[in-house]
């Protein structure tokens, strides 16, 4: 029953029949395709409308040949999501590409999103110069091997937690041939004394609770140190978090220049995923 990679069919008619005009739309934008593997959202589709959907983006679409959906949230502290099989190749095991780059990962076992390929572009750029570059909360180390790629001579420090995640991005590393990122398998908060002064540039994409970690980027940034911060945040509430970066920064005797915000992505009706840019001065 698994569909061959190369070989596309319209089920558009099917698919019509089954989940009404509507859903059309909603098929071909609404789920996360991560190279062979699509990860559909299954509220309020029975097991029957879940399959035909699956057999529409594996016919229409070449290089996906597994359907997954969706078993839960993101949760816990590996910011991890419930998946189950739904139709295609029985697999888990992602191969993305991103910008060159090249990925193999367990969907099961780490965060990986497929929305954040700008952000980690963008950031790769700017990162062109940086001698020294932290990633906290690297997952399997896409924005540091963005970074790396780019930036050969600079050396990314990039720190995670999940074990599982750290021992794919060294072979993420390998396969993208840039050692000079330096995998480190921690907790953020645990480093403190190890890379103090150390960043030209600090990546937080930890939106859930970056902001409780705003000590550790004081710590490890140089004078004249960008932080790129992740946050949730409800729709209006944008002033709110950068009075809360400033209000850092009073109390630790350092001063932050807000140079640019972007709203990366919808995450909820009410919230947003919202990243900010700031330069930190310390005194000399
Ligand atoms: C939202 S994911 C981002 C992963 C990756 N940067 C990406 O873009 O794919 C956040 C990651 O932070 C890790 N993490 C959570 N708390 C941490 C901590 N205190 N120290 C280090 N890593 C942490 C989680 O395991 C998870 O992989």
Same mark, same amino acid.
């Given at each position: 029953m698994g569909a061959k990679p190369g070989k596309t069919r319209d089920y558009t008619g099917e698919l019509k029949r089954a989940?009404?005009?509507? #859903?059309l739309h909603s098929v071909d934008t609404g789920y996360d395709h991560l190279g062979n593997i699509a990860v559909i959202? %299954? &509220?309020?589709?029975?097991r029957a409308q879940e399959k035909i959907l699956a057999r529409h983006i594996i016919g229409s679409?070449? &290089?996906?040949t597994t359907v997954l959906a969706k078993g839960? %949230?993101?949760?816990?502290i590996y910011r991890v999501r419930k998946v189950r099989y739904v139709f295609g190749k029985r697999t888990s095991i992602a191969r993305y590409r991103e910008h060159g780059c090249t990925y193999d990962f367990d969907v099961r076992k780490t965060f990986f999103s497929a929305r954040l390929a700008y952000e980690r572009a963008r950031i790769a750029e700017l990162a062109k110069q940086d001698k020294h570059v932290v990633v906290m909360f690297a997952g399997i180390g896409p924005f540091a091997i963005q970074i790396a790629k780019r930036n050969k001579s600079a050396k990314i420090v990039a720190i995670e937690l999940n074990r599982y995640a750290c021992r794919q991005m060294r072979e993420e590393i390998r396969l993208n041939k840039t050692p000079n990122v330096v995998p480190v398998q921690g907790n953020v908060k645990k480093m403190?004394? !190890?890379?103090?002064?150390? #960043?030209d540039r600090i990546v937080m %994409?930890? %939106? !859930? &609770? $970056? &902001? $409780?970690?705003l000590d550790e980027a004081c710590e490890m940034a140089r004078n004249g140190c960008v932080v790129h911060l992740y946050s949730f945040i409800n729709l209006d509430a944008l002033q709110l978090l950068i009075d809360g970066i400033k209000d850092h920064a009073k109390h630790n005797s350092y001063s932050v220049k807000v140079l640019f915000t972007r709203t990366v992505r919808n995450y909820s009706a009410k919230e947003i995923e919202i990243v900010v840019d700031y330069k930190i001065s310390k005194p000399r």
């Open positions: 989940l009404g005009e509507d #859903a959202d %299954p &509220t309020g589709m029975t679409n070449r &290089t996906i839960g %949230p993101v949760e816990g403190r004394g !190890k890379y103090d002064n150390f #960043a %994409p930890l %939106p !859930k &609770t $970056s &902001t $409780s970690f």
